[in-house]
C-alpha cells in the first residue's frame, strides 16, 4: 500500500454534513437522542462521515485517467458527492452497502499488505478475515460506535460513566442481540408453542408490553391523586367518574362532562419581609401560559383585599394588549416586591427563607385536555382546589409504598459541581429537588418496574433477556424523573414542558411545572414508552452488537495494536460535567 492517506485527512464537505446534522435534530421518533437523555451528543451522520473518512482510502476517489492537475480535484468532487449521498439521516440502504464495501475493500488492502496473503473483501464477508475493529473510548451516548456498526465494522464501545454505559447496552447490543422474534424463547407478545406457551415477538414488543403494564399499575396505584377535573363549559349530563377507571390506561375511558388534567402550574413563595403585613409572597417569573397567534392566555395576579394570598386568575385573548396586563412582570433574580404591601423580598431575604425551611409553594393554573379536541384548556387552581390531594395524604401513601416495597426517598446530598446554587436556598438533597406528589409517582413507578422485572424474569430461563427489559422499563423511570421535578418549566410558545435538564446544570426556577403522569403532555410516561420503543425497532437492523464496556480510558482492557482505528469524541476537559449531572439519575 503506497498510499494510506485517508479520506478524512484528505477532504470532507463539512458544509454538507453539518446542514444535514442541523436537519437531523430536528428529526426524533426513533432517533437514539431520544432514548435518554445525555449531555452533547454528536449527530449521527457526523459521527458516520467520520467513521467513514477514517477507514476509506483518500486515493479511492482520484480517477486514474485525465490531467494530473485535475486529479485531485475530481477525485475531492467525487468523495463530496457520495458522503453527501451517504450522511444522510436515516440513511439510504444503498449507499450504507457501498459504504460498506469501500471500508471492506480497504481493510483488505491493509491485511494483504500486513500478512503477505491475499485477502479480499468477500474473504472478510464470509468470516475467513476479520472485520476492521474500531474503539471510541470516550462513547457517551453511542454514536460513534453505532455508525461503525452500521457501517459493517466491529465496534468496542469504552465509557467510565454507569448512566452512559446503561445506554449504550440499550443502543448497542440488546436490540441487535434480542431484537428479533424467536419462537424458541419464552416472551409475552409472541405465538404460542406446541406446549401453548407465549413465546419472544421481538425485544420491542416485550418492552411495550412490560411498560404497559407499569403503566397501568402505576395508574391504579396513584392515579386517584390526579382526578379528572369537570369541564364547566360541558352542557350535557355529566356521569358520576367510577373508581375503576384509574384501572384502565386508555383515552377512551374517559368519560363526557370531563378534563383531563396534562400538567399543574406552581410558583415557590415566601412570607412577605414586613412583619406587620406577613402575606404570602409568589416569587413567579412569568405568568404566560400560551402565547400563538389569536390566542394569548396568561394568569393574573389577583390580591384579595383582607387576605394574604394570591389567587390567579387566567385571562385569554385574541391579542397581547387585549390580555389587559404585563404577563411578563415577575420576580428578578430572586427578588420578588409583595403584592400586598409593596415590600421587596430581595434575593437575600429569599435564601435566608430558603435555608430556614420557610420557602413554601402555592398552584397556580391546571392544564387540561379534552377527549377528541385538540388544543390545551387552562384552569385557575383557586377554582380547582377540590380536585388538589392534600400533602398529609400524599406522605401517607409514600410512607405505606416505603415501607411495602423496602424503596427509599433519596437523600443523598446534592454535590457543588451539579448545582451552586440550591443549597443557597435550603435545598440540599435530591428528595428537594421533588414535590410530595412527584416524589410519590417516581417511587410508584420504580415499585411497579421491580415487579415487573421479577415476573418476566421468572418466565424465561435465559436472564439476559429480562435483564434487557429491565433496563429499558429503568429508562422510563429516568425519564419521568427529567421531565417531573419541580426544574422543569411550561414552554408557552409551542405549549409543551421542557425538561429538568433544559441546560447543562440544575439552577433555580421558580415557576415549574408538574406533569399529571396519565395525560398526554410532552414527557408523560406513555409518550417516554413510545420514544424507547421506537428507538429498539430502528436499531434491531442496524447490525451486529458492539462490545460496551465500561471502564476508564487510561486503562485500556485490551493489549496495544488491537484496534484498526481510534475514533472518538473526547470530553472538553469540564466544559460538561458528566459526572455530576449523572448523579441526577443515579440518587436512591
Known amino acids: ?51 467513514y473518512g477514517a477507514l476509506v482510502l483518500a486515493s479511492r476517489f482520484i480517477p486514474e485517467n485525465g490531467p494530473d492537475n485535475k486529479k485531485q480535484s475530481l477525485g475531492r468532487a467525487n468523495a463530496a458527492k457520495f458522503v453527501e449521498a451517504l450522511c444522510k439521516y436515516p440513511g439510504n440502504p444503498h449507499y450504507i452497502e457501498q459504504a460498506q464495501r469501500h471500508i471492506l475493500e480497504a481493510h483488505a488492502e491493509r491485511l494483504t499488505e500486513e500478512t503477505g496473503k491475499k485477502v479480499t473483501a468477500q474473504d472478510i464477508e464470509e468470516g475467513r478475515a476479520p472485520r476492521p475493529k474500531v474503539l471510541d473510548m470516550f462513547a457517551g451516548g453511542g454514536a460513534i460506535p453505532l455508525e461503525a456498526l452500521r457501517l459493517g465494522c ?42 401453548g406457551e407465549t413465546t419472544w415477538n421481538g425485544l420491542a ?44 390506561y386508555e ?87 409583595c403584592p400586598f404591601c409593596g415590600t421587596v423580598a430581595d434575593s437575600g431575604y429569599v435564601k435566608a427563607e430558603g435555608c430556614g425551611g420557610r420557602m413554601g409553594q402555592q398552584m397556580m393554573a391546571i392544564v387540561c385536555t379534552r377527549l377528541g379536541k385538540k388544543g390545551k384548556v387552562y384552569l385557575s387552581a383557586d377554582d380547582y382546589q377540590a380536585f388538589i390531594p392534600d400533602d398529609s395524604v400524599i406522605q401517607k401513601r409514600t410512607n405505606e409504598l416505603c415501607k411495602k416495597t423496602r424503596l427509599t426517598v433519596p437523600d443523598e446530598p446534592l454535590t457543588e459541581k451539579l448545582t451552586d446554587q440550591l443549597p443557597n436556598y435550603g435545598m440540599a438533597s435530591f428528595r428537594e429537588i421533588f414535590t410530595p406528589r412527584q416524589m410519590l409517582c417516581l417511587l410508584s413507578f420504580a415499585a411497579a418496574v421491580r415487579e415487573a422485572v421479577g415476573q418476566a424474569a421468572s418466565l424465561s430461563s435465559e436472564q439476559e433477556r429480562s435483564r434487557a427489559i429491565s433496563t429499558y422499563l429503568a ?96 470530553p472538553y476537559y469540564d466544559n460538561v460535567q458528566y459526572a455530576a449531572l449523572s448523579d441526577f439519575f443515579m440518587c436512591g
Open 1 to 51: 500500500m503506497t498510499d494510506d492517506r485517508r479520506l478524512i485527512e484528505d477532504f470532507l464537505p463539512i458544509q454538507a454534513i453539518s446542514k444535514e446534522a442541523s436537519r437531523e435534530k430536528s428529526v426524533r421518533k426513533g432517533h437514539i437522542s431520544t432514548l435518554h437523555l445525555w449531555w452533547a451528543r454528536r449527530p449521527l451522520v457526523a459521527c458516520q462521515a467520520a467513521v
Open 154 to 195: 466491529e465496534a468496542y464501545a469504552l465509557d467510565l460513566n454507569p448512566v452512559a454505559h446503561i445506554i449504550k447496552l440499550c443502543t448497542l447490543v440488546y436490540p441487535q442481540k434480542y431484537g428479533k422474534p424467536d419462537t424458541n424463547v419464552r416472551g409475552m407478545t409472541g405465538p404460542k408453542n406446541a406446549k
Open 205 to 248: 414488543s416485550e418492552v411495550r408490553y412490560w411498560g404497559e403494564w407499569v403503566l397501568k399499575k402505576v395508574k391504579a396505584e396513584i392515579g386517584d391523586l390526579y382526578p379528572l377535573i369537570p369541564n364547566l363549559q360541558y352542557k350535557g349530563e355529566r356521569p358520576q367518574v367510577q373508581d375503576d377507571l384509574w384501572q384502565s
Open 251 to 337: 383515552k377512551q375511558s374517559v368519560p363526557p362532562g370531563y378534563l383531563v388534567p396534562v400538567a399543574y402550574l406552581w410558583t415557590r413563595t415566601v412570607r412577605c419581609k414586613n412583619p406587620s403585613c406577613g402575606a404570602t409572597v409568589p416569587l413567579v417569573r412569568q405568568k404566560w401560559l400560551c402565547k400563538k397567534k389569536n390566542r394569548y392566555t396568561a394568569m393574573k395576579t389577583i390580591a384579595p383585599q383582607g387576605e394574604k394570598q394570591v389567587c390567579f386568575e387566567v385571562v385569554e385573548a385574541i391579542t397581547e394588549e387585549g390580555l389587559g396586563f404585563d404577563p411578563t412582570v415577575g420576580s428578578t433574580a430572586g427578588n420578588a416586591i
Open 475 to 570: 429508562l422510563l423511570v429516568d425519564r419521568q424523573a427529567d421531565y417531573n421535578s419541580s426544574f422543569c418549566i411550561w414552554e408557552s410558545g409551542g405549549q409543551f414542558i421542557n425538561s429538568t435538564f433544559a441546560r447543562q446544570a440544575l439552577a433555580i426556577v421558580w415557576d415549574f411545572i408538574e406533569l399529571a403522569p396519565f395525560g398526554d403532555a410532552s414527557g408523560s410516561p406513555r409518550g417516554a414508552l413510545d420514544w424507547i420503543v421506537s428507538v429498539v425497532e430502528m436499531q434491531t437492523e442496524s447490525g451486529n452488537y458492539a462490545v460496551v464496556s465500561r471502564g476508564s480510558a487510561t486503562a485500556l482492557r485490551w493489549p496495544d495494536a488491537s484496534f484498526d482505528a481510534v475514533i472518538t469524541d473526547p
